[in-house]
């Protein structure tokens, strides 16, 4: 979809359909601008008090647009980013069905700065009309898009340009994650994977090399190896950098994200209903550190990033690992397997374990690692746990305001040092399950093992896939976790900026 900003007078806008979003306190004000001639019209305005989530459609002679569709935004002292990426997708969803094909939304006056509004109204509007189509050989409904988004601002058109542009390269990095997700297991193996970042690097501008099995055994990734083995398909391992000559840093930020491009749970095989049916989406980590590359190297911010992809799907097979395999992992240390459904923290404490060959100023991982984290927070809300050094209240609490900003929230979780005594094994240096008790913290002890740098683990299991909308989100892969990493790595540079 294409994004521009624009100053020309409502009035006269030459597009099909105009959004308004507006408070209940400004709501009579802008009824009598719009200045209503028709009598059915207004009694269709009536009803329209701005409440949030409200909306109507009004036929107006006077705008060139004829249809002026209002948002309710409610209470104005509670209109927040998200309210308004909210009210965008509900003026999305407005203009799906009335099938127009240009779309003004106007920048409402609120206590928000013009340049994140804007930003949020364009994420709302395009995030909310995303679909996923790609195996539908006979939707009508697949054909018609809106191909123009005009953010209209007569006072703050500067700041609505650099937010409108921002809002649609995180969209469709958002966008890029949520297909990946979506697509069906047979057509995202760790190889095929590997060829589809590849594709990614060059278009967006980011290096990919996709390391083969051969590479992975001779760097002894024994956990990835290990998860790998009742699979037909081999394992990859995907590095990607974005290291542009004006970073602020020498030592990168590293994302790591889980990519088990399919979680049957091996040996310890999942239940199919309401478990194993949605684990195609097991690599929504991976899929969110791609569209996090793919953002980056379009608003081509200034700071150094590796990103790495463990990825293979977990199987039961002839040579599948068991119940009690230990295993040498890439950093040495032995991991007595008690459960082959915990397969994400194998994988993934490869990745760490390599990443500090890099001495990265702080790593972040993405993954869908646990159920407990959905049983915590819900679908809504991530985990973000750290490792307790003397900075790990900092990373948390940036983490969270990335969350607050991004629209991709995120609630942290206590690493107290007793958790870890869960994972004692007596057979090798630590077991990969700690138990019912305290589930996604223990993983992320787990993971923690594996890591000697300031470290972030975020437990996505919650909100990377929905098994029904909500906002602007649609059912399936939500692409969440790219806007809150694009976030925290802005306030990044802004710190080291200062
Ligand atoms: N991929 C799952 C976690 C998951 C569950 C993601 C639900 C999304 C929704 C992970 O590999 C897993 O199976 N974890 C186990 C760990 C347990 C065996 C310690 C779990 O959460 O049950
Ligand atoms: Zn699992
Ligand atoms: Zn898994």
């Known amino acids: 979809m294409k994004v521009s900003v624009t100053t020309i007078d409502l009035h ?18 802008l009824l009598e601008r719009i200045g209503l001639d028709d009598d059915a019209v207004k009694v269709g305005a009536a009803q329209f008090t701005g409440a949030v989530d409200e909306s109507v459609t009004l036929y107006v002679g006077s705008y060139q647009a004829k249809r002026v569709v209002l948002l309710g935004l409610g209470s104005e002292d509670a209109v927040a980013l998200e309210t308004l990426r909210n009210a965008a997708a509900t003026g999305a969803s407005t203009a799906s069905r009335l099938k127009v094909e240009t779309v003004s ?76 997700v979506n697509l069906s297991p047979n057509d995202k193996t760790p190889t095929l994977l590997g060829k589809e970042i590849e594709r990614l690097g060059k278009k967006h ?43 602020v840093n020498d030592r990168p930020i590293v994302l790591v994200g889980k990519g088990v491009v399919f979680d049957t749970g091996g040996l310890s095989l999942k239940p199919t ?31 150094y990033v590796v990103a790495m992809i463990p990825a293979t799907d977990n199987r039961p097979g002839e040579n599948a690992y068991v119940p009690g395999d230990v295993i040498r992992m890439h950093s040495g240390l032995t991991v007595e397997v008690l459960n ?45 746990m750290t490792n307790e050094d003397e ?12 969350g607050e900003r991004s629209g991709d929230p995120v609630h942290p979780l206590p690493m107290h040092d007793h958790y870890a005594d869960l994972l004692k094994s007596d057979v090798a240096d630590l077991k990969n399950v700690g138990g019912r008790e305290a589930g996604s913290i223990t993983a992320g002890k787990f993971l923690e093992r594996f890591t000697s740098y300031p470290w972030i683990h975020v437990d996505i299991a919650g909100p990377a896939f929905l098994k029904s909308a909500r906002g602007y989100r649609q059912s399936g892969g939500t692409g969440f976790g790219v806007r809150l990493v694009v976030e925290y790595l802005r306030d990044f540079i802004a710190r080291a900026q200062k």
């Open 205 to 247: 501008g980011f290096e990919v090399s996709v390391w083969d099995k051969a590479l992975i055994e001779e760097e002894q990734m024994g956990g990835l190896l290990a998860v790998n083995m009742g699979s037909i398909e081999p394992p990859t391992f995907t590095i990607m950098e974005w290291q542009p000559e004006n970073a």
């Open 391 to 402: 900075h790990a209240a900092d990373r948390t609490a940036a983490m969270v305001l990335a």
């Open 12 to 29: 006269e806008l030459d597009v099909d359909a105009v959004l308004i979003p507006v408070t209940q306190e400004a709501r009579d004000e």
């Open 273 to 303: 209903k309401d478990s194993m049916d949605s684990m195609k989406s097991d690599m929504a980590g991976a899929a969110a550190v791609v569209g996090t590359m793919e953002a980056i190297a379009k608003l081509e911010l200034p700071v």
């Open 105 to 180: 939304v106007v920048l409402p006056e609120t206590e928000l700065a013009p340049e994140a509004a804007s930003q949020a109204l364009v994420e709302g509007f395009l995030l909310g009309s995303y679909r996923f189509t790609r195996y539908k050989t006979t939707d009508a409904n697949a054909s018609h898009k809106v191909q123009r988004l005009v953010v209209h601002s007569s006072s703050h058109d500067k700041a609505a340009r650099r937010g409108a542009d921002r809002g649609r390269i995180l969209a469709e990095a958002v966008s890029t994650a949520r297909d990946l």
């Open 340 to 384: 082959t459904d915990a397969e994400g923290r194998m994988i993934l404490a490869d990745a760490l374990s390599y990443a500090s060959t890099y001495t990265p100023a702080v790593a972040i991982d993405l993954a869908t690692l646990t159920g407990a984290a959905v049983v915590a927070l819900g679908s809504a809300v991530a985990a973000v």
